[in-house]
């Protein structure tokens, strides 16, 4: 015989309380929400400026101490030039510093030794040469320079050759690299007559600005085979 089965009844399970009151605080749980949203952006809003302003004052303080080192750079480039530009100019007008004048160093030779009245002497110059110092020296933008005088003069005595020299200082600046003096074959009691013979290497010192390097033009690269 056909027996109808019984349907189970449904089961039914009790909701907690609090969500079917949840329609009543839902507007203001989604107000709250999008409040720690607002202020959770904000904050990261205002941090990212802090570190932006925070890199744009050191970028500041940093442009500020170089424009404080330039300003003290230049104030003390001034003072030098207060300080040496007599000295300076002193040095060009007696030929120190500037190009070299062997017109200038011949004519005081002569002058000297018509002064002393010294017998005739004889000289020979070599090409300028840059200075070789054995301590470097910070010359900033300029170089000492050498011109070599090998010189052969007549003496009544040992003292003109000194004077010679000195008179010689007042004229331009020189260093005597070396110096040798011989005594001539000359009669005794010959009058005016040189008795000893030197034969000296002087260097002209010069300061002028360094000669700068050439530019040396790039050459295109090769091209390629086809």
Known sequence: MNANP???????I???????????IRTATLTLLGAITIATTGVLLSEVKLHE???????????????????????????????????????????MIGDERRLDWLDAIRQTQENLKLPPLSYEIEP???????APLDLGEFQLRGSRMRLHMELLHE?????????????????VQDCSIKRLGVVAGTPGAATLGADCTLNWITLNTAPKAPRVAALPPPKGKS
């Open 14 to 24: 009790a909701l907690p309380y609090w969500v079917n009151e949840f329609g009543l």
């Open 159 to 175: 003292l003109d050759l000194f004077n010679f020299f000195q008179d010689l200082r007042s004229r331009g600046f020189y260093a």
């Open 128 to 134: 300028q040469q840059p200075v070789q110092l054995e």
């Open 53 to 95: 302003a925070e890199t744009q004052l050191e970028q500041s303080q940093r442009t500020r101490d170089a424009a404080n080192s330039v300003y003290a750079q230049v104030d003390n480039e001034k003072r030098d030039i207060r300080n040496f530009q007599q000295r300076f100019i002193e040095l060009r007008q007696r030929g």
């Open 6 to 12: 019984k349907k189970k009844a449904a089961t039914t």
